[in-house]
C-alpha cells in the first residue's frame, strides 16, 4: 500500500479555505485517493475520493495532478466545526481498500479553525 | 450511506476481566470487517480483518488470544479482549466492507471508548 505523507498540523480561520496537500510518490496505477476527516471520540468519516484530475462535492474538492504523485483536499469557506483530524489514504477500489482490502491510516493532519 | 453500528459506546471494567465489543451493518451486508484501535492523538492502528465464517486475520505484534475476534454472520463481528489490563484502554473502531474487489465501499462506526481500571 503506497504510503502517504501529510503535514501534522494546520491553523486556518473561519471563512477562509483551506488547503491541505498528501504526498504519495509511490502511487499505483489501480490506486484511488480518499480522504477521511475524524472528530474526536467518533469513527473516520469519508469526504472525497478520486483518481485524477479535479473531483467535487457538496463537501470539498480533490485536486489531483497529472503524476498523481500529491493530491489537495480543499475545504471551501471553512467553519469551526471543520476542526477535525484529515487522512489521506491511497489505494486499490473506490474507497481506498488496496489488494488486500485494508485501510491504513497516515498520522493524518490536525486542522484547527479558530474564530 | 450505509451505516455501521458498534455497542456499547464506552465501557468501563476491571481489570482482569473480559469485554465485548459487537460491530453491526445495520443496513448492508458485510463479508469482511476490520478492527481498530487508536490511542490519544494518535492514528488508527489496524488489529485484524475479520471475515465471515472463517478466522480473523490479525495485524503484526496484535495478540490474537488476548483480542478474539467472531464473525458469525454478514452484519455482526464481535471484539473481545480478554483478561483485561489498563494499558488495553483504548478507542476501538470497526469498519465494514461490501462490494468486490475494485468497487469496495467500506464503512467505520462510532468507536467504543473502552477504560480498564
Known amino acids: 500500500l503506497a504510503k502517504t505523507t501529510q503535514p501534522i498540523s494546520m491553523d486556518s480561520y473561519e471563512g477562509q479555505e483551506v488547503n491541505i496537500t498528501c504526498s504519495h510518490n509511490?502511487?499505483?496505477?489501480?490506486?484511488?485517493i480518499t480522504w477521511y476527516q475524524q472528530f474526536p471520540s467518533q469513527g473516520p468519516r469519508f469526504i472525497i475520493q478520486g483518481y485524477k484530475t479535479k473531483v467535487t462535492n457538496e463537501v470539498a474538492s480533490l485536486f489531483i495532478p497529472a503524476d498523481r504523485k500529491s493530491s489537495t483536499l480543499s475545504l471551501p469557506r471553512v467553519s469551526l466545526s471543520d476542526t477535525a483530524v484529515y487522512y489521506c489514504l491511497v489505494g486499490e477500489g473506490r474507497r481506498g481498500s488496496g489488494n488486500t482490502g485494508k485501510l491504513i491510516f497516515g498520522q493524518g493532519t490536525t486542522l484547527q479553525v479558530k474564530p | 450511506g450505509a451505516v455501521v453500528s458498534q455497542h456499547p459506546s464506552r465501557v468501563i471494567c476491571k481489570s482482569g476481566t473480559s469485554v465485548k465489543i459487537e460491530c453491526r451493518s445495520l443496513d448492508f451486508q458485510a463479508t469482511t470487517m476490520f478492527w481498530y484501535r487508536q490511542f490519544p492523538k494518535k492514528s488508527l492502528m489496524l488489529m485484524a480483518t475479520s471475515n465471515e465464517g472463517s478466522k480473523a486475520t490479525y495485524e503484526q505484534g496484535v495478540e490474537k488470544d488476548k483480542f478474539l475476534i467472531n464473525h458469525a454472520s454478514l452484519t455482526l463481528s464481535t471484539l473481545t479482549v480478554t483478561s483485561a489490563h489498563p494499558e488495553d484502554s483504548s478507542f476501538y473502531i470497526c469498519?465494514?466492507?461490501?462490494?468486490?474487489?475494485?468497487?469496495?465501499?467500506?464503512?467505520f462506526g462510532p468507536g467504543t471508548r473502552l477504560t480498564v481500571t
Open positions: 469498519s465494514a466492507r461490501t462490494g468486490t474487489r475494485g468497487t469496495y465501499e467500506q464503512y
Open positions: 509511490n502511487i499505483a496505477t489501480n490506486d484511488y
